[in-house]
């Protein structure tokens, strides 16, 4: 079945650090495929979405390329901020199943 | 804003209480969904609606009670719950175009059992 697989956190970086979040998946067919920004005390956000293969999702300074290739739809980000700071989930989503999220990743930003 | 309300935002409720939970969507979807998120566990799919009709029931206790009345309205009616209900509550409805589904979460409600 399908499936996504995300780093562990948590994750501490300073601020304008380099971001990456990891993010694999295991689906048939043709998936569609996202990242959700839960902000403290708040609901997920939609943050970009990819629906094929080698589509670039961008948001916020967020880039997130769909690699069919390595099965992987890993969370970029330049030079993050302390705004940043939040819980990141993957999620993979196709014809044949509800939108499937992983487990969540909590980044923490340093000043 | 991502068009999804929920109220209350925050609950405490005794287990012998029987309180409801409130979604409503302003963006013309016709699927809606409750989740629950636990503190270190992964986020639970409830219950599903398409057009008002339930399509999804995942095992979940029948202390918890969904109702849909229409496309842009959810409950979740509680009664007689336990402390290990204490959780967030999230509502999400969803679109889609091109065969690609995308949900949108209110910002939840977090339950507390005393």
């Known amino acids: 079945g399908n499936s996504v697989t995300q780093m562990e956190g948590p994750v501490t970086l300073s601020e304008e650090a380099f971001l990456t979040i990891n993010c694999t998946y295991t689906?048939?067919?043709?998936?569609?495929l996202f990242w959700y920004v839960q902000y403290p005390g708040e609901g997920l956000q939609l943050l970009l979405k990819a629906t094929k293969a080698d589509d670039k999702g961008s948001n916020k300074g967020f880039e997130a390329t769909y690699r069919k290739e390595t099965t992987s739809f890993h969370l970029e980000k330049g030079s993050v901020q302390v705004s940043d700071s939040a819980v990141y989930f993957c999620?993979?989503?196709?014809?044949?199943?509800?939108?499937?999220f992983g487990s969540g990743t909590r980044l923490s930003i340093r000043p | 804003e991502t068009g999804v309300t929920q109220t209350p935002r925050h609950l405490v409720m005794g287990m012998t209480n029987k309180k409801s939970l409130k979604c409503e969507q302003h963006?013309?979807?016709?699927?809606m969904y409750w989740y629950k998120q636990s503190a270190k566990k992964p986020l639970e799919l409830m219950f599903v609606?398409?057009?008002?009709?339930?399509?999804e029931n995942n095992s979940v206790p029948s202390r918890f009670s969904p109702e849909c009345p229409n496309s842009s309205h959810l409950f979740l009616h509680l009664h007689t719950l336990q402390p290990e209900d204490s959780a967030l509550y999230l509502c999400a409805s969803s679109q889609t175009v091109d065969r690609v589904e995308t949900q949108y979460f209110g910002p939840g409600t977090r339950l507390l059992v005393l």
């Open positions: 963006l013309g979807h016709n699927a």
């Open positions: 609606y398409n057009f008002k009709e339930q399509t």
């Open positions: 999620a993979l989503g196709s014809s044949a199943s509800k939108i499937i």
């Open positions: 689906a048939t067919g043709y998936p569609s």
